[in-house]
């Protein structure tokens, strides 16, 4: 029942993006006689709608709690859908205090990314396992995403005010490389896109490959035990387990063996089939980029550039500090306090160098210079907006490329 409720609030934030991009676009139409009050009342239907949907998604959460008998942050289904879930919420409270619509167009769909992103891990509600029965999973988990949905919305502003100042028509050096860190930024985000969008393709069509490999592991009295695992992959297998064996494999434009096999040296938990996942992932977004980019004729960050005339350049550079000074706060608690006290409770240490430990603290030092330098050497407008673009990719590896390429302790909420 609580799917339901998700896919709900999904579609209904999908159709609150188009109502703010009506809002922009109709705005600088010269067949609207009122553009002020056209945007204006397209804005109320927007945030009118994400308030309704968010309303839809905070119900699917406590839904799924109740089904689950523990809050539903444990795995990456439900970790991303709660993240999508908090950055809404970040959007609903800066703009309300903002009254920014082209933000609705640039916030929404990262949440909207988040949740299509979440619904590819496996949706079934699975017992905790011991180093997470715990209370603290309530308070590190909840602060933290918090934290990082308001680096979300100041990235969407960052990302705004990159499309508004960056020259895509200059041809010096400095201006070539603004242009292609701003494309690189949406590359980043088709690319997850494409991935979302593979993995239900694949779904849809059956397509199946299983193989085997034996692992040894060590049992309850330390004796060394071999034992063979299975391993299903819903993306043809271009990357197939290391020393592992083919089962059975659905050919695909003709390819009917794996290209190669995974280094000895990637450790963890299906570690050669997430090194599949990440090839696919850049394959696809390559291809998904150039489709869009040759739809629109020109660079994608050109082809938005017109969104965002007549938007105070301030303002927005005001709302991404504004943004991360909030979340900042929030994410050091969740992140770092609250997690550490937790580490000593379940590992018995505060502090390891877990790979997710280490990239939280480079995220959280990352903002830190972030904020030292807005506030210190007043590195406002485009210098602070790379910043707050840049941070965010920080804790997009964080969140999505440790789980798929790193192993360590927090390789149970990946799959």
């Known amino acids: 029942m609580s799917s339901t409720f998700l896919l709900v609030a999904f579609i209904i934030y999908c159709i609150a993006m188009i109502g703010f991009v009506i809002g922009i676009t109709g705005q600088k139409s010269v067949r609207v ?203 043809p297998p271009i990357v197939k387990p290391y020393q592992s064996e083919l089962v059975e494999m659905k050919p695909f434009l003709g390819m009917t063996q794996p290209l190669f096999e995974a280094p000895s040296w990637m450790e963890g938990a299906n570690a050669g089939r997430k090194l599949n996942t990440v090839i696919w992932s850049i394959l696809l977004g390559i291809v998904l980029y150039s489709l869009l980019r040759r739809i629109a004729r020109k660079p994608l960050g050109r082809a938005l550039q017109p969104l965002m005339k007549g938007i105070d350049p301030d303002d927005v550079d005001e709302i991404s500090y504004r943004s991360i000074a909030i979340g900042y706060p929030i994410f050091t608690l969740g992140a770092l306090i609250f997690a550490m006290i937790w580490a000593e409770k379940a590992w018995g240490r505060f502090w390891g160098w877990d790979p997710k430990e280490v990239w939280a603290l480079i995220v959280w030092l990352f903002y830190a210079a972030y904020l030292h330098f807005r506030l210190s050497r007043g590195w406002q407008g485009k210098k602070s907006a790379w910043l707050s673009v840049i941070g965010f990719l920080v804790v997009m590896f964080t969140l999505i490329g440790v789980n798929l390429v790193i192993a360590g302790l927090h390789s149970y909420s990946g799959t």
């Open 33 to 235: 006689t009122d553009p002020e009050n056209y945007g204006r009342r397209w804005g109320k239907i927007g945030i009118g709608l994400t308030i309704f949907g968010f309303l839809f998604h905070v119900t699917f959460f406590f839904t799924r709690w109740i089904e689950a008998g523990h809050i539903p942050t444990s795995n990456m289904f439900e970790f991303m859908t709660f993240l999508g879930m908090m950055i809404v919420l970040a959007f609903i409270v800066l703009y309300l205090i903002y009254r920014a619509q082209a933000l609705g167009v640039f916030a929404l769909p990262v949440a909207i990314i988040m949740i299509g992103y979440a619904s590819v891990f496996p949706q079934e509600i699975q017992p905790l396992i011991p180093a997470l029965q715990s209370y603290w999973l309530k308070i590190h988990v909840t602060t933290a995403a918090l934290g990082e949905a308001f680096f979300a919305v100041g990235f969407a502003a960052g990302i705004m005010y990159l499309l508004q100042s960056v020259n895509f028509e200059g041809t010096s050096r400095s201006e070539r490389w603004e242009q292609r860190g701003v494309e690189f930024t949406l590359f980043t985000l088709i690319m997850i896109v494409a991935f979302v969008v593979s993995v239900f393709s694949f779904k849809a069509a059956g397509y199946e490959a299983v193989f085997t490999h034996q692992e040894k592991i060590l049992d309850q009295n330390k004796v060394e035990q071999v034992v063979t695992n299975r391993v299903e992959y819903v993306l």
